[in-house]
């Protein structure tokens, strides 16, 4: 299927630090989500967005669906090593299909 | 939240050998369940999606006669790799969603064929 445009690719940063990463995409969607993936693990659903311009937070997660509907970002604060791994967002269109961003890979150096 | 089991998670075998995996919505009842192969340090690749009672939908590329899935019931999917080779070899997710429910992903399945 389709892919959203998910930025950045890749992050090296020091633990500590706060993380951004975005999604954008050409169609509107009614939900927004962001999933995290473990090495050999399925994605595992941080966060679900349902209304344009909600805020929503999971700890030291928090993302916004995009008052446009065509985008969404997720922040990470005082990263730990734990937080490694690959962060992908994912849509549903108004015509309930799914599309997954290509994933940022998230390296935390201790 | 919502628990998918995927099952094996692990399978080695010979070419040519038929391999089953399922996928199991464990506390809702999934009326949508996807199947997706993931290739190592890249995004997910939609394989094909199955409505409870229909025939799947497959990708373009995806062969169907090769895998086959059957979505018996809101709970139940099942995909299954046949006369696999070696270049089969892959990881498979399955997820499960519903109109009220985002996408929820099983624990996926290493598979190896020698």
């Known amino acids: 299927g389709q892919q959203l445009n998910q930025s950045p690719q890749s992050m090296f940063i020091q633990e500590g630090e706060d993380v951004s990463m975005n999604c954008t995409s050409s169609?509107?969607?009614?939900?927004w989500l962001w999933y995290k993936q473990d090495p050999g693990e399925g994605p595992v659903l941080l966060i679900a967005?349902?209304?344009?311009?909600e805020l929503t937070s999971n700890g030291r997660l928090t993302a916004q669906f995009g008052i446009t509907r065509k985008d969404s970002f997720l922040n990470i604060s005082a990263s730990i090593p734990s937080d490694v791994g690959i962060y992908f967002c994912?849509?549903?269109?108004?015509?309930?299909?799914?599309?997954f961003g290509t994933g940022t890979s998230l390296t935390v150096i201790p | 939240g919502a628990v998918v089991s995927q099952h094996p998670s692990r399978v080695i075998c010979k070419s040519g050998t038929s391999v089953k995996i399922e996928c199991r919505s464990l506390?809702?009842?999934?009326?949508?369940m996807f199947w997706y192969r993931q290739f190592p340090k890249k995004s997910l690749m939609l394989m094909a999606t199955?409505?409870?009672?229909?025939?799947?939908?497959?990708e373009q590329g995806v062969e169907k006669d090769k895998f086959l899935i059957n979505h018996a019931s809101l709970t139940l999917s099942t995909l299954t790799v046949t006369s696999a080779h070696p270049e089969d070899s892959s990881f498979y997710i399955c997820?499960?969603?519903?109109?009220?429910?985002?996408?929820?992903f099983g624990d996926g399945t290493r598979l190896s064929i020698l």
């Open positions: 997820s499960a969603a519903d109109i009220n429910q985002p996408q929820h």
């Open positions: 169609s509107i969607f009614n939900t």
């Open positions: 967005l349902y209304k344009a311009g």
């Open positions: 994912a849509g549903r269109d108004t015509g309930n299909q799914f599309y």
């Open positions: 506390d809702f009842q999934a009326t949508t």
């Open positions: 199955s409505n409870e009672g229909s025939k799947a939908t497959y």
